[in-house]
């Protein structure tokens, strides 16, 4: 049970960066600034290698033919969670990743997002 819940937040946490990291997203985040290619580079870095680490927990405790498909399952899940969560509640995603940004040496934690109607 312990190996679901690491899988999941770890993962959600590795899906926050992607999406911090297009264009779109960073931009509600921070307003009027642009992403760098250096801030990219690190935030989809930190995704990736949070994304492939989720994969040991789950692989030594499912084995590797169920550990795979539990891993992709529950990536998916967290996928679509930090998807509602960036276009349905910008606030709330900034919060999170105010609260949660361990990038912060690239960034300044996230301002409120714009309202865009």
Same mark, same amino acid.
């Given at each position: ?39 990219? $580079? ?27 498909? /539990? ?7 967290? /996928? ?34 714009? $309202?865009?109607?």
């Amino acid at each position: 049970m312990t190996a679901l819940w690491v899988i999941l937040v770890v993962s959600f946490f590795s899906f926050m960066h992607f999406a911090v990291s297009v264009q779109k997203h960073h931009r509600d985040l921070y307003k009027k600034m642009t992403i760098t290619n250096k801030e990219f $580079r690190v935030l989809q870095s930190v995704a990736w290698v949070t994304l492939l680490y989720t994969l040991v927990p789950a692989i030594q405790h499912w084995g590797m033919g169920i550990g795979i498909m /539990a891993w992709l399952m529950l990536i998916t899940v967290s /996928a679509l969670a930090v998807t509602v969560l960036v276009n349905f509640a910008p606030e709330s995603f900034a919060k999170l990743w105010r609260l949660l940004g361990v990038v912060r040496f690239i960034a300044p934690p996230a301002e409120r997002p714009l $309202r865009t109607k």
